[in-house]
C-alpha cells in the first residue's frame, strides 16, 4: 500500500445544563450505632438546582485522563512525535481494510498479508473496534486541545444533568455513529479523533436546552436556559466555519454522524415540549419510541450498507 491519508476530526463547542437537587444529610451517633437519616426532597418544579455530583466531573475526568494516555502512549510507540500511517492503524485508527473484508481476489492476493500484518491479526478482517477506539486518538497536542476543551465544557454540563452511565452510553454511540458514517463516506482514508462525539454532545445540549425553555416552570430558570442556548449555538457555527477553512483535513461525515445519533437521543431522553407531544398521538412516549426507531434503522441500515460485499479500491 504505497499511498494512505491521514484525515484529523476538528472542533467543536460548548454547552450548557444545569444540576440536580439533593435533601439533607444528618449524621447521629449513639454509644453503639450510627445512623444516618436522609432528609426529604423539597418539592421542585422543573428545575434542577446545585448537585453535589456536578462537583466531581467524574466522566469528564477520566475522558481527559485517557485522552492524554493515549496520546502519550501513541508518541512512545512510536518514539517520537511525527505520527506514521502504520502507527495509527497499529494503534486502532480506522481503517475500512481492517473492518471487513477486501471482496476482490485480485486485490487480496496482493495485499491480504500486509494489511493482516499492518492491522495486526486480532479479529482481522472484522476489527469492529476500531469503531470506538478512534474516539481516543488524536494527532497531537493541538488536536487533541481543540477537542477536550469543548468536549469538556459539554461534558460537564451534561454530567450535572445525566448520569455518568448514561452519559457514558451516548457518548460511545456519537462516537461510533461518527466513525460509522466516516467509514461509509471515506473508506480509503485513515481517521481518528474524537469530534464526531463531541459534535454529538452538542447536538445533545443544544436539543435539551431548547426543549428546557419550554418545560420549566420557573421563569428566572427559563431565562437562564435561553440565555446560555443563544450563547451555544454561535460557538457551534462558529466552528462549522472553523472547519470548512481546513477542510482537507477535517473527517466532515464524522461530524455529521455524530450529530445524527445525538439529536435522535436527545429527542429519546430529554423532556419533550407539549407542543410537540402534542402532535403525536402517543404522547411523550410516541415521540421517544420514533426517535429510537429511527436510531436502530439507522445504525441497522448503515452497517448493512457498510458489510456489502462491494471490492475496496486501493488506487
Not at 460511545?172 to 485513515?190: D, E, H, V
Not at 436556559?225 to 451555544?232: A, D, I, K, P, W
Not at 426517535?291 to 456489502?308: Q, T, W
Request: glycine content about 6%; aromatic content about 12%; proline content about 4%.
Amino acid at each position: 500500500m504505497k499511498t494512505m491519508y491521514t484525515k484529523l476530526a476538528h472542533r467543536t463547542e460548548p454547552v450548557s445544563c444545569s444540576t440536580h437537587s439533593i435533601g439533607l444529610v444528618k449524621n447521629q451517633n449513639t454509644n453503639r450505632d450510627i445512623s444516618i437519616n436522609v432528609g426529604e426532597l423539597a418539592p421542585t418544579s422543573d428545575v434542577n438546582t446545585f448537585s453535589s455530583r456536578s462537583l466531581y466531573p467524574t466522566f469528564t475526568i477520566t475522558i481527559v485522563i485517557l485522552d492524554l494516555f493515549m496520546l502519550l502512549f501513541v508518541y512512545i510507540v512510536q518514539q517520537g512525535t511525527t505520527i506514521t500511517s502504520e502507527t495509527w492503524i497499529k494503534m486502532g485508527a480506522k481503517y475500512v481494510p481492517c473492518m471487513r473484508p477486501i471482496y476482490s481476489t485480485m486485490v487480496e492476493e496482493v495485499y491480504q498479508s500486509q494489511l493482516k500484518k499492518q492491522c495486526q491479526s486480532f479479529l482481522f478482517p472484522y476489527q469492529l473496534f476500531r469503531f470506538i477506539t478512534p474516539m481516543f486518538l488524536h494527532g497531537g497536542i493541538t488536536h487533541l486541545i481543540s477537542n477536550l476543551v469543548y468536549q469538556a465544557l459539554a461534558e460537564v454540563l451534561l454530567e450535572g444533568r445525566y448520569s455518568i452511565k448514561k452519559l457514558s452510553f451516548c457518548y460511545l454511540l456519537f462516537g461510533f455513529s461518527g466513525n460509522m458514517m466516516s467509514a461509509l463516506c471515506n473508506p480509503k482514508t485513515i481517521s481518528f479523533g474524537a469530534s464526531g462525539a463531541v459534535y454529538g454532545l452538542v447536538i445533545f445540549c443544544i436539543i435539551d436546552h431548547i426543549f428546557r425553555v419550554f418545560t420549566i416552570d420557573d421563569s428566572h430558570e427559563k431565562k437562564r436556559q435561553f440565555l446560555m442556548t443563544l450563547l451555544v449555538i454561535p460557538y457551534f457555527i462558529m466552528s462549522i466555519f472553523v472547519d470548512v477553512d481546513c477542510s482537507d483535513r477535517t473527517d466532515h461525515a464524522a461530524h455529521i454522524g455524530g450529530s445524527i445519533v445525538g439529536a435522535l437521543l436527545a429527542i429519546s431522553l430529554c423532556k419533550t415540549p407539549e407542543f410537540i407531544v402534542n402532535q403525536n398521538r402517543y404522547g411523550r412516549k410516541g415521540v421517544q419510541m420514533m426517535a429510537l426507531s429511527i436510531l436502530m434503522a439507522y445504525f441497522l441500515i448503515s452497517l448493512l450498507i457498510f458489510y456489502i460485499p462491494i471490492p475496496v479500491n486501493f488506487k
